[in-house]
T-cell receptor
Framework: DAEITQSPRHKITETGRQVTLACHQTWNHNNMFWYRQDLGHGLRLIHYSYGVQDTNKGEVSDGYSVSRSNTEDLPLTLESAASSQTSVYFC??????????????FGPGTRLTVL | DQQVKQNSPSLSVQEGRISILNCDYTNSMFDYFLWYKKYPAEGPTFLISISSIKDKNEDGRFTVFLNKSAKHLSLHIVPSQPGDSAVYFCAARSAGGTSYGKLTFGQGTILTVHP
């Protein structure tokens, strides 16, 4: 069965360290997204990609970067982790941008703690 | 500026009764609306959606109503069951341009259904 996975599921790091969160999907979806979930803010979009070599900034992109070298993966990198980046991170994917439904399928999440 | 708002952080309902979750939006360019359900330690899962050209969509116990003039949508769950206890997110899709396919999420409402 097609799926979307995230790793690690839990991560504790220190301020200033570089951290990379992995996202892998086997749906063969063109679109991939990264969100963070924080109490009182819901899900906020960090970065997204509509295909290989395409990346775009979301509403809370400062301090984060992504790269898309193939269809299946969209790793999220925190260049220099800050305590404000402690959060739960979700990766999602969906069909091409013209799809009528644009239902996004979410991974299980990564809980990141920055000390 | 929160374009999608869920003003009730939580809702408590008795089993068998109706649950009504509300969502308001401000952007007239939204053309498609979705509800997601999220259990603890899991990613959100798609529940039901509605196009902006409709005012109602029903799927089993779940019905979504859209009032475009009021920029308001609601999710009705009848009858409510203890397994419906979860966080519910409202989301809206941008109609066009470079934002097509992106979803903007509300803050979420925690639904608790008591036996």
């Amino acid at each position: 069965d097609a799926e979307i996975t995230q790793s690690p599921r839990h991560k504790i790091t220190e301020t200033g360290r570089q951290v990379t969160l992995a996202c892998h999907q086997t749906w063969n979806h063109n679109n991939m997204f990264w969100y963070r979930q924080d109490l009182g803010h819901g899900l906020r979009l960090i970065h997204y990609s509509y295909g290989v070599q395409d990346t775009n900034k979301g509403e809370v992109s400062d301090g984060y970067s992504v790269s898309r070298s193939n269809t299946e993966d969209l790793p999220l990198t925190l260049e220099s982790a800050a305590s404000s980046q402690t959060s739960v991170y979700f990766c999602a994917s969906s069909e091409r941008a013209g799809s009528p439904y644009n239902e996004q399928f979410f991974g299980p999440g990564t809980r990141l703690t920055v000390l | 500026d929160q374009q999608v708002k869920q003003n009730s952080p939580s809702l408590s309902v008795q089993e068998g009764r109706i649950s009504i979750l509300n969502c308001d939006y401000t952007n007239s360019m939204f053309d498609y609306f979705l509800w997601y359900k999220k259990y603890p330690a899991e990613g959100p899962t798609f529940l039901i959606s509605i196009s902006s050209i409709k005012d109602k969509n029903e799927d089993g116990r779940f019905t979504v109503f859209l009032n475009k003039s009021a920029k308001h949508l609601s999710l009705h769950i009848v009858p409510s069951q203890p397994g419906d206890s979860a966080v519910y997110f409202c989301a809206a899709r941008s109609a066009g341009g470079t934002s097509y396919g992106k979803l903007t999420f509300g803050q979420g409402t925690i639904l608790t259904v008591h036996p």
